[in-house]
C-alpha cells in the first residue's frame, strides 16, 4: 500500500535519519520507535507529503487515503461536536450532496430521457454512499464519540468549549470516522483515561485499513502492534512482533554486535602489536606491510551508543506512622457541581495507592485533598504522626521559574544543600555538564517534567503524591521511575494512564466514581478481574469508604421504600422508551430495505417507482429522526431521575 525506501532527512548540519525502508502492507499494525528527537514526527510528516525528504523515495498505492493525528489541534471549529465529525467526512458528504440534487431533480423531471440519465448516476452513487459506509455515519459518530468517553450532552458542544484534552479526543474521533487506509497516529493515548484506552485498543486491532503509531504506552504497544521501526542512531531497523519481543531482539542484537566488537578490537590490537614490534625488520617488512594493509580494510564494528537513561531512587523516608492520612465526612463542591458529598478514607503505612477512573470523576480533586493543597467546605483531615508529604502534579511544570537554571530550580527547593549534591541528583536525571545550566523556558516538556521530579528527591518525605508522573518521558525514563517507585519504602497514592505502571507499583487500586470510592486489595489485574467478574458486581455494592463495604441489612428495607418512591417516575419512561425501541427498529429496518434497493443498478428501470420511493425513504429518515430525538430527551430525564435516586441512596447509607 505505501513504501518507504531509502529515506533521509537533515535539519542543517544536523541529520536525523537516512536510509529508512518500510512496506506498510494492508492491516499492518507498525510501532514508530525511537528517542525523543530520533525524528518520529518528521517521518510522519514526510509519509504525509508536509515535508520532502532529502533523498529516497515514498511510494503509495492510487488513491490511497492517510489520517494523520498530531500531537496539538489547530484552531478548533465552533461547530456542535457530532456535526463537526460527520461534516469531516468530506468524500461522503460530497456525494450525500450531489445524491440530494438528483433527487430533487428527478421529482422535478417531466421527461424519460433526463430521467433516464439521472437515474443511472444515481444508482452509481448510492452504490458508493452505502459501500462507504454514508448510511451508517451518523451512528458510527456517535459510537466512536461514546467509545471516547463523550456524553450524548457533549454530542452538542462547540468543540472549542472542550479543554485541550478532550479536543485531542475530537480530533481522534474524526480521524477514525474518516477511515482512512492508513491511520498516523502521533501519541494517540495520552489524553485517553484507562477505560477509554481498553475500547481504542480493541477499536484498532479490529480497524479494517493499517496503522502506524508512536506510544511511550508499552502495554499499548504489546497489544496492538505487531512490527515495530525503531530509529536509533539515525538509522531505521524494522523487527516483527510487539514491543517486548523488539526489546528481546535487540538485547540479543546488541549482544551479538558487542562480541564481534570485542573480538576485532583484540584483533586490530594484537595486529598493531605486530606492526609496531616488527615495523623495523627488514625480515618482516612484507608480512607488515600485510597486515598494514589488512588492518586498513577492516570494516569496524560499531556497537550503538546506548542511550542514556535516568537513574535516581528516592531517599530513605522517615517513618510515619500506621495511619498515614484520613478524611472524615469530606463534601466538596465546584460552585454547584459537587463532586464528593462524604468521602471517607484512610491510608496506610507502606501503601501504593492507585487512583483510576473515568476523566472528570475526580480523582485529581481527591489527591489534592489527600495533598493538603485544596480546601474543602465540610469534613475533616487527619495526618497521621511524621507524615511527610511530597506532591507532583503536572501544573507544577508551569511553576517552574522560567529564568531560573535547572540548577537553581534546585537550589531554591534546597537552599542548604551544596553544589555537588545539587550537581549529583541532575546527573541521575541526565542533566550533566553545561545542562545544569539551561534556564527553564528552554527546557522540552521531558526535561521539566524530569526537573519536577529531581525537586521531590531533595526532602525525604513518606507520603508521596504524584498525577500523571510519566507524562512527557519516554519508555525507558518510565521504566526507570517505575523501578524506584517499586523500591520506595513510604507511602504513594498516584494517578497514571500506564498501566505497566499501575500493575508494577500498584498493591491497593481505589476506583473513583460518581462522587464515591471504591476499594480494590491487590495489584491491577486482580482489580481488572473484579471488575469483569458478574458474579462479583451482582453481589457486591460499595461506597465512599476507607474499606470494601456492603450495605448492611437493616438499609435494604429502606432502599426498597426509595425504589418504591421512584419507581412510578421512571417506569413510565422506560415503558416509552421500549416502544421507541421497537418502532426504531422497525423503521430502520425499512429504510434499510429501501437502501438495499438503491445500491442496486437494476432497480432504476422505473421513474415513478423510483421517486415514490424516494419520497418513502426521506419519511423514514424524518421519522427516524423525530423518534430518534423524543428517545433522547427521555433517556435524559431517566438519567437525571437515576442520579436523583442515587444521591438519596447515598445519603441513606
Known sequence: MLSLNSVAKSFGPRALFSGVNLHIGARDRIALLGPNGAGKTTLFEIIVGNLNPDCGEITRRRDTTIGYLRQEVDNPSTRPLLSELIES?????????????????????????????LLSELGELQHQFESGGGYDLEHDARVILSGLGFSEDDFFKSVSSFSGGWMMRA?????????PDLLLLDEPTNHLDLETQVWFEDYIRRYQGSVLLTSHDRTFLNRVVRRVLALEGGRGSVYSGNYDDYVNARAAELEILEAAARRQTAKIEKETRFIERFGAKATKASQVQSRMKSLAKIERVEPPRLLKKIRFSFPEPPRS???????HHIGKAYGAVTVYSDLNLTLGRGERVALVGPNGAGKSTLLKILAGILPFERGERRLGHSTVTSYYAQHQLELLEPGNTALEELRRAAPGETEQKLRSILGGFLFTGDDVKKPVAVLSGGEKARLAI????????????MDEPTNHLDIASRERLSDALDEYTGTLCFITHDRALIQRVANKIIEVKNGSVTIFPGDYESFIYHKDSTAVQSNTERTASSSVVSIPQQRRAANGKLRNEYSPRWTPLKKRMSAIEAELAEREAALGALEAQFARPEEYGDSKEVVARLGRHGELKNNIAVLTDEW???????????????????RQS
Open 89 to 117: 467526512a468530506g468524500h461522503l458528504n460530497q456525494l450525500a450532496h450531489r445524491i440530494g440534487v438528483i433527487q430533487a431533480e428527478l421529482e422535478e423531471s417531466s421527461g424519460d430521457e433526463p430521467a433516464a440519465s
Open 171 to 179: 480530533e481522534l474521533a474524526k480521524i477514525l470516522l474518516q477511515n
Open 321 to 327: 506512622s500506621q495511619e498515614v492520612i484520613s478524611l
Open 454 to 465: 529531581a525537586r521531590m528527591l531533595i526532602a525525604p518525605a513518606n507520603f508521596l503524591l
Open 632 to 650: 433522547m430527551r427521555l433517556a435524559s430525564e431517566a438519567e437525571r431521575l437515576k442520579a436523583e435516586f442515587e444521591a438519596a441512596q447515598s
